[in-house]
């Protein structure tokens, strides 16, 4: 059963929030996670198994790193789209796909994850990053990627886990508190970070995102990476048999 946790803030708030750290979103992540963020989402657009040809979705794109990975696998015969709520998000993300143009196109859409706008069956695989524990229902969002996915196409999501070993879990309390925080203080951006702890207090485990996927009617396995600090969840919509 899950406990109680924090009560998500309206998603006005949240797509308010990534608005103003569009900036200096990139740079953070390279900081706070020493570069290690790009094996992550490396790992991630592996298992959502990507290939030549396919169309592909990047869910809360932010900057577009996932999307513009998913286009190298796609290639030019492929097509990639990148969405998010936060219009600054994917200003940066078109910015920078216009600066280093992928090799397959990428269409970049300002959309809700709870109303896609997009047909069933429509993507050969999807990928998200740091994207599910921002959303306001979960539970809907994974509905809503069951419904636009093939079937037999993957889903791989990547986002911080919680440890379940309480050394663990404090240790990444620590590392938000004496890292990820003072950090942000320097770009003056406290309260924004500041928000990764209760999202992630209120973030369900690794198991329980397993289970949230199933009821949505997909496979699942959650993985945990990074000695436990990130979690990568990769889902599969059964095939029609």
């Given at each position: 059963m899950m406990t109680d946790r924090p009560v998500t803030p309206p998603a006005s708030e949240i797509r308010e929030l990534f608005d103003r750290i569009a900036p200096v979103y990139d740079q953070l992540n390279n900081w706070l996670s020493l570069g290690q963020h790009r094996v992550w989402k490396l790992m991630a657009v592996k298992w959502s198994s990507p290939c030549a040809g396919n169309v592909c979705l990047d869910l809360c794109c932010g900057s577009g790193d996932l999307a513009q990975l998913l286009?190298?696998?796609?290639?030019?015969?492929?097509?990639?789209?990148?969405v998010d709520?936060?219009?600054?998000?994917?200003?940066?993300?078109r910015q920078r796909a216009e600066s280093q143009p992928p090799p397959a196109p990428i269409t970049w859409v300002e959309a809700d994850a709870l109303d896609l706008p997009f047909e069933d069956n429509y993507f050969d695989c999807a990928t998200m990053g740091?994207?599910?524990?921002?959303?306001?229902?979960?539970?809907?969002?994974?509905?809503?990627?069951?419904?636009?996915?093939?079937?037999?196409?993957?889903?791989?999501?990547?986002?911080?886990?919680?440890?379940?070993?309480?050394?663990?879990?404090?240790?990444q309390q620590?590392?938000?508190?004496?890292?990820?925080?003072?950090?942000?203080?320097?770009?003056?951006?406290?309260?924004?970070?500041?928000y990764i702890a209760p999202s992630l207090d209120r973030f369900p485990t690794g198991q329980e995102q397993v289970k949230l996927a199933q009821r949505a009617g997909f496979t699942a396995?959650?993985?945990?990476?990074?000695?436990?600090?990130?979690?990568?969840?990769?889902?599969?919509?059964?095939?029609?048999i």
């Open positions: 286009a190298r696998q796609v290639r030019a015969t492929g097509q990639v789209y990148g709520f936060s219009p600054a998000q994917l200003v940066i993300a740091y994207g599910l524990r921002n959303v306001t229902n979960i539970p809907r969002c994974l509905s809503e990627l069951y419904r636009v996915l093939k079937p037999g196409a993957k889903a791989a999501l990547l986002d911080f886990n919680r440890p379940t070993q309480p050394y663990m879990r404090t240790f620590w590392y938000l508190d004496n890292v990820v925080v003072p950090v942000a203080e320097q770009l003056g951006l406290t309260e924004e970070y500041a396995t959650h993985y945990p990476i990074a000695i436990g600090m990130m979690g990568v969840l990769v889902m599969t919509k059964p095939k029609i």
